[in-house]
């Protein structure tokens, strides 16, 4: 209830048959689905959605017209169980129904706010950054009516269109990123103040894929055998730091130890044809390498032709050093149809600039949504904080050093225990240093 949250909370208004389920058309228009007290059929990357929509801290409530109990011919009683079905099938928050017809004159049917405005009063939501996603003209306008953004699930009815809803997609999958954009309009520092049961969160809950940064041999091993890392990328800055001298044979060694993981092994040329016959080179060192091309050389010329070049050559990239929307934009472009592929975004050192990386780390995914060859890395992370927030925007992937992964095990942790250890810490140290008074 609304006393229970300390903040409102954005929330994801769903509309059920058409959203959620799938439809039912008859001449191209959609009719209720039939409520048997069984779940209804899902659509396709509904179950995803709602677990990325979860993950990031967002309210999920389904808003449901459901005209045919007033006309007979459905019973309350079984769309409820279907709905309860439904619910607990995705984890929704809640699930509300108007059961009424046109003719009934009610506050609750859809194109009018009512349950919206209903959930948005017992559930403390934030309509300022919540959003109504419906396949309908009656749920944008009601989504419209209560101050949230409209999202329109395009089904191809053959019916009245909604009256320009703010963002149109095929599902809801496909519209995940621009949810959380809507959302996520907040600063690195509160992103993770309104998520409910960060306190148990644990490492193994993470979708986001972490991978290793570094260049130690030792720490690469250990690593390895640590089921929570996916993968290891390395550059040539790491590698200097570490007295590597045999760029190839470090490689080898590496790729012995990892078998199978994506490693990424970055060019260190200048020039663009040297960029192409090196990145060609390490390509051939296996099936799971990375080749990391810089996205511009070092007079800031972008390197859009080696990677629309390699690419067409099937040629597995990691683009990096990226720091823009407008980066991404153009490296998507280059990428486009060829084989898989990363693009690291190097949100860390966007913050180090005073800029929240957010925003721009969720509008790449926005941009890449419709490419699943392809995969976003936020790059350079600071703390522990910033791999939580890179799993709540659906990030793909965040490379992370040796010395944070180090901390990962703090992720969840209790905070009271965790003042308890700090003081205990400082009571130690000063008797291990022999301090007196």
């Not at 084989?339 to 926005?366: N, Q, T």
């Not at 180090?406 to 942790?413: A, E, T, V």
């Given at each position: ?39 209804l059929p899902l659509r ?22 459901q005209p045919d109990v ?88 053959d019916e009245r269109q ?276």
């Amino acid at each position: 209830m609304a006393g229970d949250q300390m903040t409102p909370r954005p929330a994801v208004f769903l509309d059920r048959d058409g959203v959620l389920t799938e439809s039912v058309v008859v001449d191209g228009v959609p009719r209720p689905a039939h409520s048997d007290g069984t779940l209804l059929p899902l659509r396709p990357g509904v179950e995803e959605a709602c677990a990325r929509l979860r993950r990031a801290g967002l309210l999920l409530i389904c808003v449901s017209n459901q005209p045919d109990v007033a006309r007979g011919t459905a019973d309350i009683e079984s769309v409820n169980a279907t709905n309860r079905e439904l619910r607990a099938a995705l984890n929704l928050d809640a699930v509300l129904v108007c059961p009424h017809d046109d003719r009934d004159g009610c506050e609750c049917r859809k194109p009018l706010p009512g349950m919206l405005l209903a959930a948005a009063d017992s559930l403390d939501v934030d309509l300022a950054r919540s959003v109504m996603v419906g396949d309908r003209w009656r749920d944008i306008e009601a989504g419209r009516r209560a101050g949230v953004t409209t999202i329109f699930i395009d089904n191809r009815y053959d019916e009245r269109q909604p009256n320009r809803p703010d963002i149109t997609g095929p599902g809801l999958l496909d519209v995940v990123p621009q949810i959380l954009q809507v959302a996520l309009r907040i600063t690195m520092r509160d992103a993770t103040l309104d998520r409910p049961a960060a306190e148990t969160l644990s490492p193994s809950d993470l979708a986001v894929e972490i991978f290793a940064d570094g260049a130690d041999r030792a720490s690469i091993l250990q690593l390895a055998a640590n089921p929570l890392i996916k993968g290891f990328t390395t550059n040539p800055t790491l590698m200097r730091a570490v007295g590597v001298t045999d760029y190839e044979g470090f490689a080898h060694e590496v790729l012995t130890a990892v078998p199978g993981m994506p490693v990424s092994f970055e060019v260190f040329a200048d020039d663009f044809d040297e960029m192409e016959r090196q990145a060609r080179r390490i390509a051939e060192w296996g099936d799971n390498v990375y080749v990391k091309i810089p996205v511009t050389d070092t007079k800031g010329r972008p390197t859009d032709r080696v990677v629309s070049t390699l690419s067409e050559e099937g040629v597995q990239l990691n683009v990096t050093a990226l720091f823009t929307v407008e980066q991404v934009r153009w490296v998507v472009d280059a990428l486009a149809g060829g084989p898989r592929a990363f693009i690291s975004v190097f949100a860390g050192r966007i913050a180090d600039s005073g800029r929240d990386p957010i925003p721009i780390m969720v509008d790449s995914l926005e941009v890449m949504a419709a490419h699943p060859n392809l995969k976003l890395i936020w790059a350079s992370p600071r703390e522990i904080l910033n791999i939580v927030q890179a799993d709540q925007i659906g990030c793909h992937v965040i490379t992370v050093t040796h010395d944070l992964l180090k901390k990962l095990s703090s992720i969840g942790k209790d905070l009271d225990e965790f003042s308890l250890d700090t003081v205990r810490m400082f009571h130690r140290d000063a008797a291990s240093a022999g301090f007196t008074l």
